[in-house]
């Protein structure tokens, strides 16, 4: 039985989600999807969907075997959780594929393999930047704020 992990911040589904996940799950018989947890992304991006949406988003996808919140402390805090063969890395997420065997290595994971999935060639919104810009752009304002800016 061969697990894939797939991980990622998977705020307003997109195609280019779809298409990461699915070539994920054509890698193996399970699919198991790491959802980026609030306090490790809002310094970096403004997320509209909270951790626990997104994750029930990802988890009614068939292509998922299960969903998982990553870890507050280390990043392989879920690689020892899932146990994968494979680790899938989307075109845009910043990891050097080297660097993060060589990780996995010293970590005690001498075995994962770590495959990048390929951008989603088509036209239209492909990432969650575009889709609110987009908004944005149609609105003519600013719609997308953070969490502590939506509750004043």
Partial sequence: MKRVMAQGVF??????????LSESAKLGDELHVVIARDSRIKQRKNIFMGENERREVIESMGMVSSTILGSEGSLFDSVKKIKPNIITLGHDQEFDIDSLKGQLREAGFPDIDVVRIGNYEREGLQSSSMIKEHIQLQEGKEVFFSRKERRN
């Fill in 11 to 20: 705020d307003l589904l997109h195609p280019g989600h779809i298409y990461y």
